[in-house]
């Protein structure tokens, strides 16, 4: 499809997706919102995707929020609908989407960009990243899943010490929250997301999207993420990949699975 508000460029069968509204810090709006569903949609049917790669264009943001003119005569009725459609339509979307998803936090991520990273699968940041929630100082609070999303990430101290505040902590002190997994170079962190999904790719599709899905079971309310995962391990005996990851171990190979 054609985007008026993102990029996209497949290498390798790595998917990166590229937030791109520059003059705006790569804000995002309704638009942007939906198209990254379209192309989340899109990525999921094409088995030459297998990971996603989601980041900013340019050398200063990541996503520098959400574009608050957008609503900023909104009703509480309007509100509400705002946030139940954005999340379901791609914060919700990526956390549960079937392949890996990596942030590359190339700067500002505040609130609505710290909550898309934090929907990811992990993330990695560059040097000169930025993040927050300054949500309050705004008189609302996230409405993407950031008040749950990060006390998951940091732990509820702090994440209730960051929302309160309104304030950012650099790249630095997000790795040592376990907000992020590594702090690189700008100019190294695309290569070096890819060196990840290059790793992540030498093991079972199958088997990564069944990870997935049993740890993020242990984080939704009346779900037991013990039963998913054990539900999901049975399930793994009855596919392809498990038969050649297993055949592969016990012939002293490399494992060629077939993805299926």
Known sequence: ???????EEIDDNILTITINRPKKLNALNRETIQELHEAFKEAKADDEVKVVIITGSGEKAFVAGADI????????KEGKKLAAEGQEKLFNYVANFPKPVIAAVNGFALGGGLELAMAAHFRIASDNA???????SLGVIPGYGGTQRLPQLVGKGRAMEMIMTAGMI???????YNLVNHVVALDEL??????IAGK???NSSVAIGAA???INANYEDGINGFETEINEFGRSFGTEDFKEGTSAFLNKRKADFPGK
């Open 69 to 76: 003119s957008e609503f900023s005569d909104f009703s509480p």
């Open 170 to 176: 650099d790249a630095n002190q997000a790795l040592q």
């Open 190 to 195: 695309q290569e070096f997301a890819e060196g």
């Open 200 to 202: 992540i790719m030498k």
């Open 212 to 214: 997935i899905k049993a």
């Open 1 to 7: 499809m054609s985007y008026q508000n993102i990029l």
């Open 130 to 136: 930025k993040m927050g929630l300054p949500e309050v």
